[in-house]
């Protein structure tokens, strides 16, 4: 039987990428909610030898006492880290004063104190990310404080001998610099995990061909083309299990895409052989959209829309399940899991009716977008599908600040555009994970042509950096471009108003709706 950890989640966003890197260094864990008891894990059968346990992040104080933690966990005599809320809880069940206390929010530098188990290895001076309120005020009994920030003094305190651990930042964050290290001491030195099968793309393609043949069996499959990464990834999977005439796919003209959108997934379908339907339903979505300004309702009302219209198709077409592209990225922000808090209701999950005319499946559902290139080299597709940016399925109509309307969407579309333009063909393209524009309702003055000008919108471009979009830097890179964009924007466009949003991800999301 293999090694494993146990990843309590106590509901933070990250809780599934904690996961992810662990697969990574080829250890096995598995999650469970925060509020386990341990008698019950302990009754049941497991296909795996427990080693460690990781307590997650999660979005509440430890004094909201609204997830019920079994003590038991910290009392096996088995290594236990604790991550941000985890490692707040652990130090309060050790005696600590935990206090709302100067919030930290993305980047931090951390400075190492004393030489340690849990950060061999790790420069003495580090970037990491956080994501706090409360903070760990005064040291747990029998804990000492390894690592502090200017910020914070116990950043990263440790129990040698009850193997006891807790870090205040994300080491399973890319943007933490040292957080893989800090991992594999954890699983590998500290837990005494022996590695097992790391996540490979072919591994995947095995598991989940093997999955879908039983599921699926000899019905047809519908399914969603976006234009993205992550349908033409799951297009080509699904063309890898099964037969051209088993399989349709949909592509939905929302009105929302930009133009070449249509194209790309025609020559996607004629290069991989699949049948595709194109279906236009923009006057429907401008239509239901009339008069919508809260942006929760407008993503639910765009998810709606695509499944009522992705039914009608599946009925046509005799189609017994639908197939989406969804990542985990999406599912985490829609707060499906028991104690995560909502950020926004992906059109594509938490936008979904309750009641669906087919089965739904997504293959990429547990995979990050890191994972899903890695896919796509693997299937050897295009070097413009691997690296293409990403796009958000609703499109243009989460850009627009208040009623989407077609001037709005062709306003924000133009602008989109010549971002495009002068980011993805320069230098700096490869550091980019998007850049875009984003319109927003706000009056300003302006001058043109010695005329006083008043002008109803501003755009706001927004160009950030990331691995995965869990974590994200806005880009100092592109500031030599900045001028460029905005002469072009007041130029090209009827806007008067240009700015960048200089904010990273946390405390921002990527997209402002
Ligand atoms: P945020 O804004 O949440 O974005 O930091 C993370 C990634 O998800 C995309 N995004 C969406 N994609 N439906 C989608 O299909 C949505 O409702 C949606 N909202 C955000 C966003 O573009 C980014 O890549």
Redesign the pocket.
């Known amino acids: 039987m293999k090694d494993g950890i146990l990843v309590l989640d106590f509901g933070s966003q990250y809780t599934h990428l904690i996961k992810a890197r662990l697969s990574d260094l080829g250890v096995y864990s598995f999650i469970v909610p925060a509020d386990l008891p341990y008698n019950q894990f302990k009754n049941k059968k497991q296909d795996f030898i427990l080693k460690g346990i990781i307590l997650s992040g999660g979005a509440c104080s430890i004094y909201d006492n609204k997830i019920k933690f079994d003590k038991k966990w910290v009392e096996l005599k088995l290594p236990v880290l604790g991550i941000c809320y985890g490692h707040q809880l652990l130090a309060s069940l050790f005696n600590a004063e935990i206090k709302e206390s100067k919030p930290e929010y993305g980047k931090e530098e951390m400075n190492i104190i004393v030489e340690s188990n849990l950060l061999k290895g790790v420069s003495k001076k580090s970037i990491i990310w956080m994501s706090h309120r409360d903070t760990v005020i005064t040291l747990p009994e029998n804990f000492i404080q390894t690592a502090c920030t200017s910020n914070s003094g116990n950043t990263v305190i440790e129990n040698n001998k009850l193997h006891l651990y807790g870090i205040q930042f994300h080491p399973e964050v890319s943007h933490t610099e040292s957080g893989m290290q800090i991992l594999k001491n954890f699983t590998l030195k500290i837990c005494k995990i022996i590695s097992v099968e790391k996540w490979t793309p072919e591994l995947f393609i095995k598991e989940t061909t093997k999955k879908y043949k039983e599921i699926v069996k000899n019905e047809r499959i519908v399914f969603g083309l976006s234009g993205g990464v992550d349908s033409m990834t799951m297009a080509t999977l699904l063309r890898k299990i099964f037969n051209k005439d088993k399989l349709v796919a949909i592509y939905i003209d929302s009105g929302f895409m930009p133009d070449e959108t249509v194209h790309e997934v025609l020559n996607f379908c004629e290069l991989q052989d699949i049948s595709l339907v194109i279906h236009n339903a923009s006057d429907r979505f401008f239509s239901e959209l009339k008069g919508v300004i809260n942006p929760t309702e407008k993503?639910k009302i765009i998810g709606k829309i695509f499944i009522e219209e992705f039914e009608g198709i599946a009925k046509k077409e005799k189609a017994k399940f639908f197939a989406q592209g969804t990542i985990w990225?999406?599912v985490i922000?829609s707060g499906v899991t028991k104690f995560s808090s909502q950020?926004?209701p992906?059109?594509?999950v938490g936008g979904l009716p309750k009641k669906m005319n087919f089965e739904l499946i997504e293959p990429l559902r547990e995979l990050f977008k890191d994972k899903v290139r890695e896919l796509a080299t693997c299937f050897k597709l295009p070097e413009n599908i691997v690296n293409k940016k990403?796009f958000?399925?609703?499109g243009f109509a989460?850009r627009i600040d208040g009623e989407v309307n077609p001037e709005k969407v062709s306003l924000v579309r133009k602008c989109t555009k010549i971002i495009e333009d002068i980011i993805y063909n320069s230098k700096i393209n490869s550091k980019v994970w998007?850049a875009f524009a984003i319109l927003i309702n706000v009056n300003s003055l302006g001058v043109k042509g010695d005329q006083r000008i008043e002008n109803q919108y501003a755009i706001v471009v927004r160009v950030v950096e990331s691995k995965n979009?869990m974590t994200v830097n806005f880009s100092q890179n592109v500031y030599p471009y900045l001028e460029e964009i905005s002469s072009r924007i007041v130029k090209e466009t009827e806007i008067g108003r240009v700015v960048y949003d200089i904010t990273n991800?946390p405390p921002a999301?990527?997209?402002w709706q």
């Open positions: 993503g990225s999406d922000e950020i926004k992906h059109h594509n990403v958000p399925g609703p989460i998007m979009s991800k999301t990527i997209e």
